[in-house]
């Protein structure tokens, strides 16, 4: 299968900072998709995004399809941003590794 | 819209004991589900496709006779785990996707399975 990485792991901001979080897979893909799972497990659709920009409130998303990279990016972070980001490619939306966000007041 | 419940949210069983995960889109018809399954501070790894009326498609190091996956209609998928194990026990999430002409996942709640 394809394989995802995503950077940093770990990300701790202060409130009110902005964040870039970095998915990068192995091979092209038409699908890709930006979850945050919130404490309790569930996974909130953020942007489904296979190129181009999209940008929803205080976030924004870029898929550079032929670099084989997509960026999430975070302004103005606030406690509730806490909690996993992740990234999800292909047919089958193979997960990355995810990056765990701590956001401190 | 978009919707996708899982049922149980939360499952104790004994060991060599058998358990069933429903998994239905409310809103939409989902030509195809997905399986996965988390452990903790872990990602998602993915388990099973299934599309409706056919055999599902298991990847590489799943047990298709432990893990027993169902896709009798467009709004509902079964995961069933045979005689369980303590091994076994994980969060098992599923997600559809079959919005004509868009591919977006819709993710269900999750079912944590504890076996004893």
């Known amino acids: 299968g394809i394989q995802v990485e995503q950077s940093p792991p770990d990300l701790i901001l202060q409130e009110g900072a902005n964040s870039t979080l970095r998915c990068n897979f192995s091979?092209?893909?038409?699908?890709l998709q930006w979850f945050h799972q919130n404490p309790w497990g569930q996974l909130i659709n953020l942007f489904y995004?296979?190129?181009g920009t999209k940008q929803n409130g205080r976030l924004s998303a870029t898929t550079v399809a032929t670099e084989r990279y997509s960026l999430l990016y975070i302004s103005s972070s606030q406690t509730t941003d806490s909690g996993v980001y992740f990234c999800?490619?292909?047919?089958?939306?193979?997960f990355g590794t995810g990056t765990s966000l701590t956001v401190i007041p | 819209g978009a919707v996708v419940s899982q049922h149980p949210s939360r499952v104790i069983c004994k060991s060599g004991t058998s358990v069933k995960i429903e998994c239905r889109s409310l809103?939409?018809?989902?030509?195809?589900m997905f399986w996965y399954r988390q452990f903790p501070k872990k990602s998602l790894m993915l388990m099973a496709t299934?599309?409706?009326?056919?055999?599902?498609?298991?990847e590489q190091g799943v047990e298709k006779d432990k893990f027993l996956i169902n896709h009798a209609s467009l709004t509902l998928s079964t995961l069933t785990v045979t005689s369980a194990h303590p091994e076994d026990s994980s969060f098992y999430i599923c997600?559809?996707?079959?919005?004509?002409?868009?591919?977006?996942?819709?993710f269900g709640p999750g079912t944590r399975l504890t076996v004893l």
């Open positions: 091979d092209s893909v038409n699908n």
């Open positions: 997600s559809a996707t079959g919005m004509i002409g868009y591919n977006e996942q819709f």
């Open positions: 299934s599309n409706e009326g056919s055999k599902a498609t298991y």
């Open positions: 809103d939409f018809q989902a030509t195809t």
């Open positions: 999800a490619v292909g047919n089958q939306f193979y």
């Open positions: 995004i296979p190129s």
